[in-house]
């Protein structure tokens, strides 16, 4: 009893010295609101007043969701919004409504503002007249001249669609059908139009050849009404290739299907535009017009997209040596090399990912990965190195070697394998965790143990802190993959995933 006082007394005290310190706290949360709540209560913090004139909310998520704003309206200020009282005050701004509210509207909106805007008090008021006095007249001339080329340009438009050629701007609503190239080999690249009455002003277009002299460019050989359907062979080579795998052989052999997966059309119908030709594709494989895809490196309109292009084929060269060793039973090179495609095509996506402009721009490009060759040849060099190193940790003379062998395979298949779990791969793990089991496996040195013990450890947690990166490189002899440096990448490329996948159906 004596201890049960002992300890009632003890508590007591502390739940006292607990009560003190809370109505402490609670007499400095008091103290520091009346400081807070007077803090701009003074002389020099009074001598310039701001009033609240805009309330900014939104409702959802980063990036998404919906925006609406209270907006104080000057007594004074011009009303352009005729269906609107004309009184001052306070108007919800919400897409198309806007309607009068009061200030308690305003303070008790259940969504808080995301920001608030204040303005000085004694800042001068410009009404509209003299917000137009203020404008300097080189503004005022650029605007008109502006609004003047815009009206040209719509009656430039209208002649068009009068006179049956139809319109070579490109916009959402056009349904174009491609007719065959008109009027005599000696006529000039424009045919009817450069003999018409009708005048272009394509120095200052706001349409698809922005910026664009068609005069530059004498190549270009749509004419008369061909001309005018050049937006129905951008929507339907776009159609094409979103029919295409997205590893196929035709994105490495043509720039013209990289930018159309990429969904960018304005840039595929500019190279339609300046580089294209109705005579045969030198292709023979291809019955397509010709594009003369490399003389647009020289334009700078396709800098960015050729860029992106050759980090491509990068990646395909890459694949490529990888499924060639793969056909030369080269299994741990071709295993390596696939190991670095897939680096190097997830560099290249993230990069895409992180630069803003470039992903909207180049959207499409997301379309396209090695992924699945990666996975399937990745997966079948992993279980015959996998298979070739449990024979030999078998062996007495070489059982070392044979479990550093798998724990290496290990590493790489976490690599390939991924998102997959490593732990879920039967035909990987199954051998290991029954290798004391196989006959002739009597006992084990203390390292083959340690090693024996990482390597169950890696396939039941399904994870480890190494990575492909830390293993052994094999250096890759390219020699045999040099007798075909006279194919081009895309056949090599093609014949190599053919050779490749009749090892695969032979193997099964």
Known sequence: ????????????????????????????????????????????????????????????????????????????????????????????????????????????????????????????????????????????????????????????????????????????????????????????????????????????????????????????????????????????????????????????????????????????????????SEEADKDPIDTDIYVDELASKENEEFSVAWREYNIYLGIAETVTRALFNFSEKKYQAALQLLLKAKQEEAAWKTRIIIDADLFSTYSGLDALSFNNIILVYGKECLEILNQAAFVKACNAAYRTRGLEEAIRIAYQAQSINAPDHIDQNETLRKPWLNFTDQPGVDSLQPVQETLLNTLVMIYIEGQTDASADDTLITEEDTSQFDSLKDMVLWNKYRYICSQCQYMLSSHT
């Open 1 to 276: 009893m004596k201890e049960v006082g002992l300890l009632e007394s003890v508590l007591s005290s502390i739940r006292q010295r607990m009560d003190e310190e809370i109505d402490e706290l609670e007499r400095k949360i008091i103290h520091y609101q009346e400081l807070i709540s007077t803090l701009f209560d003074t002389e020099d913090m009074k001598k310039i007043p701001y009033r609240l004139r805009a309330s900014f909310h939104h409702d959802g998520k980063s990036g998404t969701g919906h925006y609406w704003a209270y907006i104080w309206v000057e007594p004074s200020e011009e009303n352009k919004l005729h269906e609107v009282s004309p009184d001052s005050g306070w108007f919800k701004f919400c897409d198309a409504l806007v309607i009068p509210v009061s200030e308690d509207e305003l303070f008790n909106d259940p969504v808080p503002p995301f920001a608030l805007m204040y303005v000085d008090q004694y800042l001068p008021f410009f009404n509209m007249n003299s917000v137009q006095e203020s404008i300097p007249e080189a503004l005022k001339k650029f605007v008109q001249d502006d609004n003047e080329a815009l009206l040209q340009e719509i009656k430039n438009y209208e002649q068009l669609q009068e006179s049956g050629y139809g319109m070579m701007l490109t916009t959402p609503e056009d349904s174009m059908d491609y007719d065959d190239k008109t009027g005599d080999n000696n006529q000039s690249h424009y045919g009817d139009i450069e003999s018409s009455s009708l005048t272009f002003d394509d120095n200052t277009s706001t349409g698809t050849v922005v910026g664009q002299n068609i005069n530059e460019y004498p190549q270009y050989s749509f004419t008369g009404n061909g001309f005018f359907k050049l937006k129905e062979r951008v929507d339907a080579k776009m159609k094409e290739v979103s029919g295409y795998s997205a590893d196929d052989y035709r994105f490495i052999r043509k720039f013209e299907n990289f930018l159309a997966i990429s969904r960018n059309k304005s840039i595929l119908e500019h190279l339609y535009l300046f580089y294209s």
